[in-house]
């Protein structure tokens, strides 16, 4: 494949660091915004052939501000969506465990079976996230791809692209705004980055 550079949205409007949001289409706080600036100013000397995003504002409008300075278009994907959090959207983790304890449960058990009350199942968000990998093949060695996306379909991207069992992507941080770099070979792929978030440190 190639050389990817992932990407999580930043801040939203709705407090995506404390609250989920999945499939809602929330928009960037202005904190988010001056982090996707941050993100273009610390990309600008990276080599970047092709953009992806999901299509949901939050990371859209970033890969947008990205992929202006490079030039280039961005190619839109559903299948890059965040999980959809069904009944779960918008609440809390203190909500959830108050009002869904059994969902609570298996979060914190890293349950492989979680299925989202009235949403997706992990085994779903698994299936879109191999959808989407079909489309890096078809890329070369020697390309840099950059992925703007939320934070469960980057996790579990990376546990794909690095062989890892499915349940290990709740071992992997991805902060907002954060870049993490794999590079991808024909039969492996090395986590050269990782949640690098040193471009968000304010500058005197």
Known sequence: MARLLLVRHGETELNSSLRYWGRSDVALSTTGLRQAARLRDRLKVERIDFVYSSDLKRALVIAQIIASSHNLEVITCPELREIDFGRLEGLTFDDVDHIYPEVARMWMEQAPNLVY??????AELDKRVHQFRSRLERHNDEEA???????????TLACQLLGMEPQHRW??????ASLTIIDTYRRDAILTLLNDVSHLTERS
């Open 145 to 155: 791809i950059l992925v703007v996306a939320h934070s469960g379909v980057l996790r």
């Open 117 to 122: 009350p009235g949403g997706e199942s992990l």
């Open 171 to 176: 071992q992997i941080r991805l902060d907002l």
